[in-house]
């Protein structure tokens, strides 16, 4: 077993790290406290490559492997989850998905521009009554012969106003339940699709979150993905890779929330001394430093099974539980140790302690990782 | 015109300094590394040199005295753009060895610029680019604040005391760059990366130069005196303090 990065790795991971400390950290608490979206950020992440950085290059793609891919989401989190989920649906959903189970003509056409970062990725599963139970799908794709008719709503869509392909999941056989259902790559700008408002988000604010109204939006017969009815475990091969993202994106705002608060202690002095030098202190970050080196073994092993086209589902699901949980954990117990300063903004720690609560959420919630864990374990 | 860039390998500027129980080595266990920052930013400037006027530079390489543990610093120096890069495989002993090193490759392989960071951020030296100038008779300018190339020409401008001097020096010159050369050094995008996979590091063997300074020991910076807050209420505490505890007054 080796742990150590390569040279290609330790290079990228250090290229993200000198985006984030350089540039995102800059105005991360004025985006969050406005609810900015990162332009200027998303922009430099383009320039250098990281959308569609997994993408084979014979597609446009910068054909980095999965592990160089978590260490960039690890690195921009520790400063800036918004641009982490950004970035991770675009890559882990939309081009991994594309790139996987579309053809030829939908690579060529779709996943090109947004492997190249030209475009921006979507990917609409959520309805306002089909979170966690993607099965019971209400949005509607008829088939009408040359094209699909699709009505519907769906909700908490990362990246709905700035993406330009959406990769849509909609019910087209209701009777046959989620085996009726379809994946589809819709543009943006086709009549009948409505933007909501930005939902006012607690954490992750600068990233751009509506739900999409689809109205008789006419989607071309060649932009389904894969064969009929389709669609449910497409979703759920696409979630299944982008669990390891957001896992690796949890991690990163844990170690975030966790550097931050061990600089505090060992400067914050209180009854004479650091408060490092406190045993309720120094034993709160000793153990914060073993649940994120737990985490960080988690991803990195699911982000190498992947790598090595190996089964890394079970690995996957486990960091995404595992991860997201000890973010809370770390991140609360950062705001404790910096004490008010934790509640206050310029210490970062408490955005930190509200994004981590949307790892436990998105993507699957960590009670949709335990029954994925629980049914794999139980049925080898 | 042809580049060289002299990168070093330094610890990266946030290390927490420790040196080995004798004192005489610096305890490089656990520590990052990085390309000394004024020669990035001398390779920062050279890359723009060659992306703004088109064609004029044909080459630009980067030139390293290390062991193989350098590679990853010089593989960034790549995929940011330079189109070489060179190790002299040796471990750098001290300004003189390294100057001579470069020297020697430089002499059959000639730069018409060639560019050195004012210092490395690890032992300040201050003297490779110096040494190297005039161990190949060539001129040097120190202090080098902005490069310019204009009809072909290059404009070298230096800080002096109370003002600037801007240069007109016939090539091949070593210039020795301090902080305003560039702006930001840059960070490598994936195309650049994967572009750097294809280029190779030329190893070179050393002439082996014997160091001409020896180190005797380091030691690190006495610990700060402890700061004793007294609230801007209490006069009569501060002057208790610097009257019987320290004596001041």
Not at chain 1, 82 to 90: K, R, T
Not at chain 1, 329 to 355: C, N, S
Not at chain 2, 17 to 34: L, M, N, P, R, Y
């Amino acid at each position: 077993m080796n742990f150590e990065l390569t040279e290609e790795q330790k290079l990228i991971q250090q290229a993200a790290r000198d985006l984030a400390e350089r540039e995102a950290l800059l105005d991360v608490i004025e985006r969050d406290e406005k609810a900015e979206y990162p332009y200027k950020h998303v922009q430099r992440m383009k320039e250098l490559g990281f959308f569609g950085m997994t993408v084979d290059p014979k597609y446009d793609g910068g054909g980095m492997d999965s592990l160089s891919y978590v260490l960039v989401l690890e690195e921009l989190s520790k400063h800036d989850s918004s641009l982490a989920v950004i970035l991770s649906v675009h890559n882990s959903l939309a081009c991994w998905g594309l790139e996987n189970f579309g053809n030829e003509y939908q690579k060529e056409k779709y996943l090109k521009p947004m492997a190249r970062g030209e475009v921006i990725g979507a990917f609409l599963l959520s309805e306002p009554e089909a979170g966690s139970d993607a099965t019971h799908q209400k949005t509607l794709a008829e088939d009408m012969g040359d094209h699909y008719l699709v009505n519907g709503i769906k909700n908490w869509i990362t990246s709905a106003s700035t993406a330009g392909y959406y990769i849509l999941i909609a019910q087209t056989k209701p009777e046959l339940k989620h085996k009726g259902i379809n994946a589809f790559i819709v543009e943006k700008d086709t009549p009948g699709i409505t933007i909501g408002p930005h939902e006012n988000k607690m954490g992750m604010r600068s990233s751009d979150t509506h739900s999409v109204m689809f109205t008789n939006v006419k989607v071309p017969k060649e932009n389904r993905i894969g064969e009929e009815g389709f669609g449910f475990k497409f979703a759920m091969k696409c979630l299944e890779v982008g669990r390891i993202g957001i896992a690796a994106q949890a991690l990163g705002i844990a170690e975030g929330a966790y550097m931050r608060a061990l600089k505090y202690a060992k400067e914050r002095k209180a009854f004479g001394t650091e408060i490092a030098n406190h045993q309720a202190i120094a034993f709160k970050l000793a153990d914060m430093a073993v649940k994120i080196e737990t985490a960080k073994l988690l991803v990195y092993k699911a982000a190498t099974l992947k790598d090595l086209h190996q089964p890394f589902g079970l690995i996957g699901a486990m960091a995404k539980r595992y991860c997201a949980d000890i973010a809370m954990e770390v991140t609360t117990d950062a705001v404790q140790i910096h004490g008010g300063y934790g509640y206050v903004k310029e210490y970062h720690v408490e955005r930190l302690f509200r994004e981590a609560k949307l790892t436990q959420i998105y993507e699957g919630t960590s009670e949709i990782q335990r029954i994925v864990i629980s049914r794999s374990i139980l049925n080898e | 015109m042809k580049i060289l860039v002299c990168i070093s390998n330094v610890p990266d500027t946030t290390t927490k300094i420790k040196f080995t129980s004798d004192g005489k080595q610096f305890d490089a266990t656990g520590v990052q590394w990085i390309i000394n920052p004024w020669d990035e930013l001398a390779l920062t400037r050279a890359l723009e040199l060659k992306e703004t006027t088109g064609g004029l530079i044909e080459n630009i390489t980067v030139i390293n005295v290390g062991t193989k543990d350098t590679e990853i610093t010089i593989r960034k120096a790549l995929s940011v753009g330079a189109d070489h890069a060179v190790r002299i495989d040796a471990i750098p002993t001290d300004a003189y060895a390294v100057a001579s090193e470069i020297a020697k490759y430089v002499e059959t392989h000639p730069f018409d610029l060639i560019l050195t960071g004012i210092e490395s951020s690890d032992y300040n030296g201050n003297a490779v680019g110096g040494m190297l100038a005039e161990l190949l008779n060539i001129p040097s300018v120190s202090s080098v604040s902005s490069i310019e190339i204009n009809e072909g020409k290059l404009i070298i401008t230096r800080e002096i005391d109370g003002g600037k001097q801007i240069l007109d020096v016939p090539t091949p010159l070593v210039a020795i760059v301090q902080k305003g050369i560039a702006k930001e050094p840059r960070i490598p995008s994936m195309r650049g990366i994967m572009a750097a996979r294809t280029k190779v590091i030329e190893v070179v063997n050393p002439i082996n130069v014997a160091p001409l300074t020896d180190y005797i020991l380091f030691e690190l910076p006495q610990p700060k005196g402890k700061c004793k807050m007294i609230p801007a209420d209490q006069l009569d505490e501060l002057i208790h303090v610097l009257h019987q505890e320290i004596k001041a007054i």
